[in-house]
């Protein structure tokens, strides 16, 4: 993931889904903190890790995947 991205603050919507994405660094989604959706679906990453339960702006399955 390019660092750069954190300094995009007209950034609303970041779609990263059909990438091959095994991790996504929690300083980068603290960077990102005023995104209002991060679309993470179809990729290696099957679930949200314990501690970002609840943020609802962040998509890992399809609502027919669950």
């Not at 095994?22 to 990729?43: G, P, Q, T, V, Y």
């Amino acid at each position: 993931m390019p660092t750069t991205l954190s300094g995009a603050t007209q950034l609303y919507v970041l779609l990263l889904c059909g990438n091959q994405l095994k991790s996504f660094s929690d300083d980068l989604l603290l960077e990102l903190c005023n995104i209002a959706k991060l679309d993470l679906r179809k990729n290696l990453i099957e679930e949200l890790p314990s501690h970002w339960k609840g943020m609802t702006q962040i998509l890992i399955k399809d609502h027919e995947e669950d």
